[in-house]
C-alpha cells in the first residue's frame, strides 16, 4: 500500500532522475532468478544524491511517524537498507539495527546487528519489495528476539500479487513511497517511455516468472 499517489509518483520522479530504477521494455534485464525483466532498481543509488536521500529519509520518517506513532527502533533490512534505515533512525532521533540474511557462522553469531531489547516496538525499513521473502525473513528474526514489528516501510514495491499474499500470510503490514503502477504513469506523463512501452511493462508485472520480450 502507498502513503499516497502523490508521493508515489514523486519517488517515481527522483528515482527514474538518478537512474536507480532503469525501464528497457527493449532490451531486458536478466534478474538473479533468471527471470528477464524490463526494469532494474537499485535505491541504494538514492544514497549518493543529497536532495534526494534527504526527500526520501524525511517522508518515509514522517510517514512513520503518522501512522505507528514514535517506535522504540527503526530496523534495516541488509544490505540494502542499511543506509537509509540509518537515515531514518537518525532523523527520528531513535536507535538503530540492522538484520542480516542469517545469523553471522563466527564471532556472537548475530542476525541483529545493534542493541535491541524484547518488548520494544520496531518499523522495519526496506529498500525494494519483489517477492517480499527477504523482507519477512527479517521480520522473522526480530520476531524471535521477542520485540513487537509494527510495520514494515519499503521505498518501492514491484506490486507482484506474491508479495501480497505473502504480508498478508505473515500478517506483516506494508506500506511504500512508490509502487509499480504510479511508477509507469510518471514515466508516461515525463515522456521516458511511450504508451506502448507501457503496455508491455504491465504485461511483465502480470506475470514476470513467465514473460517474455519477444
Partial sequence: MIFNKDTAKKTAEVLLQ????KLQPNDPFTWASGWKSPIYCDNRIVLS?????NYIRATIAKNIEEIYGK?????GVATGAIGIGALVAEYLNLPFVYVRPEAKKH?????IEGYIEKGQTVVVVEDL???GMSSLNAVQALKEAEVNVKGMVAIFSYGFDIAKKNFED???ELHTLGNYENLLEQAVETFYITKDQQDILAQWNANPSEWNAN
Avoid at 71 to 75: E, G, L, M, T
Avoid at 107 to 111: A, L, P, V
Wanted: glycine letters at 4%.
Fill in 18 to 21: 538518478i537512474n536507480a530504477i
Fill in 49 to 53: 544524491f543529497p536532495p534526494i536521500r
Fill in 71 to 75: 517506535p522504540d527502533v527503526i530496523a
Fill in 107 to 111: 564471532g556472537r553469531q548475530n542476525q
Fill in 129 to 131: 519489495i519483489s517477492t
Fill in 170 to 172: 505473515a500478517n506483516v
